[in-house]
């Protein structure tokens, strides 16, 4: 069984930064593309960024210039920086990963979710 871990949510100031890491761990043989998306209380979820296995990378255009994704496929890990929080940040952030299990199975996975609060 594959399993999305994330971490690194938490409380900040408008302005400031934070860093979610996300691990896939299991039976995995090769990873796709990973992403992060977001849902904010009473909306729907966004994808915010998605990086491939080559490392092509898309960004909703409200993070561009602020957030950077990138991934360790050694240890199949997708991070994100997020840098000028601003309060309508504030969302559950998951991690989603398209991969291939050791059978061979494509497989789509998300994480649990990670709380980011940008307030003051």
């Known amino acids: 069984q594959v399993q999305l871990v994330e971490s690194g949510g938490g409380l900040v100031q408008p302005g400031g930064s934070l860093r979610l890491s996300c691990a896939a761990s299991?039976?995995?043989?090769?990873?796709?593309?990973m992403a992060w998306y977001r849902q904010a209380p009473g909306k729907q979820r966004e994808l915010v960024a998605v990086?491939?296995?080559?490392?092509?990378?898309n960004y909703a255009d409200f993070v561009k210039g602020r957030f950077t994704i990138s991934r360790d496929n050694a240890k199949n890990t997708v991070y994100l920086q997020m840098n000028s929080l601003k309060p309508e940040d504030t969302a559950v952030y998951y991690c989603?990963?398209?991969?291939?299990?050791?059978?061979?199975?494509?497989?789509?996975?998300w994480g649990q979710g990670t709380q980011v609060t940008v307030s003051s």
């Open positions: 989603y990963a398209e991969l291939y299990n050791s059978w061979g199975f494509l497989q789509l996975r």
């Open positions: 990086i491939s296995s080559k490392s092509n990378i």
């Open positions: 299991g039976s995995i043989r090769s990873i796709n593309d």
